[in-house]
Structures are given as structure tokens and as C-alpha cells.
């Protein structure tokens, strides 16, 4: 009988600690939780530090705050924007090229609650497998909101964005919303792991572009000391970010992630329990690490004879 497979980030549990090893996960929730929170208590018990939603909001009537991607499919309408939505734009724009524009979907967005919920389940569950969608499909999604905004005359994909769906929902009660939040649960649990988010969602298409000039990026400043446990990319979203600068000295690239579809979500820092990746700022050194050596021969085989089962899951 064969070992249960160990899960990922149980060294990093065992090296680091329980709450390290969870630390920018905690955080991730705490934000998350707390910017639904501060729409909602408006609504339901009629303090209204915030008003609007995550498409236009108003904080304590004085900080205006605007998504560009809205503001974009509004101006494809005809329509001319207020100058508040203008204002509320740049001050967004200038948060996410500082921060990284796929924050928002592993920081803010709430939809990303019900994915990461469906994602455990099917870990937890051992699902396998699944349809395989190119994760580029996204950004045709994208410009097919642009083209539905042109011919209808209305910012159309709000009808159908399960973000704007899941605040009417929660704002007004029981609706046609839940049923698409449904939709993506079992979509991502059954179908295609990280199905929306990762292969489908126009919003994380959009904010993926912005994030392409951002600041803020994980830095893998000791990746010679990875041991190729493969935990962090079994965790990540957008696996495909972490190659080029886990593996890039081979080609000259420097131990940065520089791709827009990082959402610097923190689960390959949570889970490594080698360290080996941080939080930095892009301004410092980008070349290749010289202290950095090619992981020798037998450590690249020591994740090609793990188990399938610990291995990652594309």
C-alpha cells in the first residue's frame, strides 16, 4: 500500500510554523472579508462608511474610487465620464500599477472566496484532471465585453459579472446571482481547476495587463536553495509564472516574477519552506542573481520521482 501523498506546504508547516506557513492566506482573508464587509454594513445596518460597490464606490463622501475596466466599456458606449468616476480611475490605476494589477482578484475580489473554496474541496477531495481551456481564452473573453458594450450600448458584461451578482446578492437578498456563483463553484471544483479565474474571468484579463508595469513582485531571492518539493506550484493560480524566474538562471533571467498574471497572492511564500521566495519592489536588482547556482542534476530528480499525486496539477 502505497503512502498517502503529503500535501503541500506541510514542510513549510514543520519548518515555519503553522501561522507562517498561512500568514499572507490570514491576510489575504482579512482584506478580502473586511472590503465586503465595509459595502455591506451600509446596506444592512445603515452606517455608510462606504456607498456604491466595487464598480464605482464613495468612501466617508470623500474618496472617490472607480474601476478602469468599467470606465473603459462605458466610453465604448458613448458615454462620457463624470469627472469623480475620472478621479476615482487614476487613483485606482496608480494603486494597482504600484501594487500589481491582480491584487485585485487575490485581495479584493469576493468571487476569488468562492474559487479558492471550490480549489480546496477538489485538493481535498484528490479530483484530477478536468477540462483544459488555454488560459488566453480570457483575454478574448475580454474583448468580447468590449464589442457587447459597442453593439448594445451598455456596459452588458455587469449583467453577468458574478462579482457585481454576488454584491446583489448579498445587498438585496436571494437571486439570479446565486445561481451563477454556483455555476463557478462547480465549475472550478468539477470541470477545470482554477477554471474562472484563471482561464475565463475579462476582470482578471484586464487587471493582468495593468499588472504587466507594476512595482510591487515576488522576488526569489535564494532560489538556489529550492529543493524542487513543487509545493508552490501546486498552490499557485498562474503556475506558469514561477518557471522563468524560479528556473531562469539557466537562460539569463533574473529570480523576479515579472508576468501581469501573478496575483501576488502569497501562497508560494506561505508554502516553501526553503524561503525561497519574498515581496520586493521591481527597482531593485532584476538581473540574474550571481550567487545563484543551477540546481544540480539529483535535486531536479527528486520532484520527477515523486508521486504523481504530489506533483503539480496543470
Same mark, same amino acid.
Given at each position: 500500500?502505497? $503512502? ?21 492566506? =490570514? ?12 459595502? !455591506? ?6 452606517? @455608510? ?10 468612501? !466617508?463622501?470623500? &474618496? ?15 458615454? /462620457? $465620464? ?15 500599477? =504600484? ?5 485585485? #482578484?487575490? @485581495?479584493? #475580489?469576493?468571487? +476569488?472566496?468562492?474559487?479558492?473554496l471550490a480549489n480546496w474541496l ?17 483575454? @478574448?473573453? !475580454? ?8 453593439? %448594445? ?22 437571486? &439570479?446571482? @446565486?445561481?451563477? &456563483? ?26 493582468? !495587463? ?9 522576488? &526569489? $531571492? /535564494?532560489?538556489? /536553495? #529550492? +529543493? ?15 518557471? $522563468? ?22 501562497? #508560494? ?8 521566495? +519574498?515581496l520586493s519592489l521591481r527597482a531593485?536588482? %532584476? /538581473? ?22 504530489e506533483r503539480v496539477v496543470s
Open positions: 500500500m502505497s $503512502p498517502a501523498p503529503v500535501r503541500p506546504g506541510a514542510e513549510a508547516i514543520a519548518e515555519k510554523g503553522w501561522f507562517l506557513a498561512h500568514k499572507w492566506l =490570514l491576510l489575504r482573508r482579512f482584506n478580502q472579508v473586511g472590503i465586503l464587509a465595509l459595502f !455591506l454594513v451600509g446596506p444592512w445596518y445603515g452606517l @455608510w462608511i462606504v456607498k456604491g460597490n466595487l464598480s464605482f464606490s464613495y468612501t !466617508l463622501n470623500i &474618496l472617490p474610487l472607480a474601476d478602469p475596466y468599467v470606465l473603459l466599456q462605458s466610453l465604448v458606449t458613448g458615454h /462620457a $465620464p463624470e469627472k469623480l468616476a475620472l478621479i476615482g480611475v487614476t487613483i485606482v490605476v496608480a494603486f494597482y500599477l =504600484l501594487v500589481g494589477g491582480r491584487t485585485y #482578484c487575490s @485581495w479584493v #475580489c469576493p468571487v +476569488n472566496l468562492v474559487t479558492d477538489r485538493t481535498r477531495l484528490g479530483l484530477k484532471g478536468g477540462a483544459h481551456v488555454s488560459r488566453q481564452t480570457r483575454y @478574448w473573453i !475580454l474583448g468580447m465585453t468590449f464589442v457587447a458594450a459597442a453593439v %448594445s450600448g451598455t456596459i452588458a458584461w455587469e449583467m453577468v459579472n458574478p462579482v457585481t451578482m454576488m454584491h446583489r446578492g448579498l445587498t438585496f437578498g436571494i437571486g &439570479l446571482g @446565486w445561481a451563477v &456563483l454556483l455555476a463557478v463553484f462547480l465549475l472550478d471544483l468539477f470541470v477545470m481547476r482554477h477554471g474562472w479565474c484563471g482561464r475565463l474571468c475579462p476582470v482578471g484579463a484586464f487587471y493582468s !495587463l495593468i499588472g504587466k508595469f507594476s512595482v510591487l513582485r515576488v522576488r &526569489l $531571492p /535564494a532560489r538556489a /536553495a #529550492c +529543493n524542487d518539493c513543487m509545493d508552490c506550484f501546486a498552490v499557485c493560480p498562474e503556475p506558469q509564472v514561477i518557471s $522563468p524566474a524560479l528556473k531562469g538562471e539557466r537562460t539569463g533571467a533574473g529570480p523576479i516574477i515579472v508576468s501581469g498574471d501573478c496575483t501576488i497572492c502569497g501562497a #508560494c511564500i506561505d508554502v516553501c519552506s526553503k524561503r525561497v521566495f +519574498n531593485r536588482n %532584476s /538581473a540574474p542573481s550571481t550567487n545563484s547556482t543551477t540546481v544540480p542534476a539529483p535535486a531536479a530528480r527528486v520532484a520527477s520521482s515523486r508521486p504523481s499525486s
